[in-house]
């Protein structure tokens, strides 16, 4: 009992388990446009330079420049260490988490905000500049924690993800817009939500494809969004705006519904990628560890 009563204190975070924490850290994002902006960052800048401004050291990831090895380090460790310099540049990395009420259902919120620690964490330890939002009520204000970066504001992260609000009716394609009324700045946009809405994405995806964001959608169903198992006569009532739906003999209704949901992934899919984007859909019940370390990373999200 004392031993798990000391391993509840030393966890940094509830959404992120110390083991997965540590993985993730050895980890960045892997954009497919280097949409950077004039700062430091861990992105070296394609316009050359000549700065021996020392700024940081980060862990190596396989693929990085090995001029860039910290040879005295790797001989007293056996262990590579990457230098950062003032010439490197940075890279913006949105998250926009959407808390609206179809999302509180079956442990999708709480998916959408491990997976947004997560991709934060990666941008911080490599010194981009992280800013997230969260979107449940329209008529209020965005839930945001803007340009944090670094080791240092990692809990702060955590903080505001832990901290959401939840419920409400703001459909994901306003809240793009509203974001994009705040946001300044180059780089990757991780939209996280079950894109239930009435509005089309055609526009929020083309604003942030014109504001140099590279979008990294993530749908995220339960499921028994997936995979429905309803028969008989049943009355639907929308959680956000509580209209309500007289279905008759469900069961038959099955297949329509995989239609609409897979054309919708699919579409998802379509405008994300014409955008110079990805998109991908999992289930809230998809274990954490696989969506990170597997599918993502198999993917080539991240590296």
Known sequence: METVEKKQKTQLTTLLANDVLARVERLRLNPTRRLTNRSR??????????????????DYSPGDDVRYVDWNIFSRLNRPYMKQYRHEEEMHVVLLVDASSSMVYDGKLKRAQQLAAALGVMGMMNLERVSAYACHNKSGE??????????????????????????????????????????????????????FTFGGMERPLNMLYSAGLEVFGIQVLAPAEIEPEVAGDLRFVDC??????????????????????LALQNQLETLCRSRSGRFVSISSHDPLPWVLFDLLRRRGWIR
Do not use: C, W
Not at 41 to 54: M, P
Not at 143 to 169: A, K, M, N, Y
């Open 41 to 58: 960052g861990e992105h070296l800048s394609g316009k050359g330079g000549a700065s021996t401004e020392f700024v940081d050291y980060r």
């Open 142 to 195: 965005l839930q945001s924690v803007s340009g944090i970066t670094g080791r240092v504001s990692i809990r702060r992260l955590f903080e505001f993800l832990e901290g959401i609000e939840t419920g409400g009716d703001f459909p994901i394609d306003e809240a793009v817009e509203a974001v994009l009324r705040r946001h300044t700045g180059r780089g990757i946009a991780v939209v996280l939500s079950d894109f």
């Open 240 to 261: 956000e705006n509580g209209m309500t739906l007289d279905i008759s003999s469900a069961g038959e209704l099955l297949g329509i519904y995989q239609e609409q949901r």
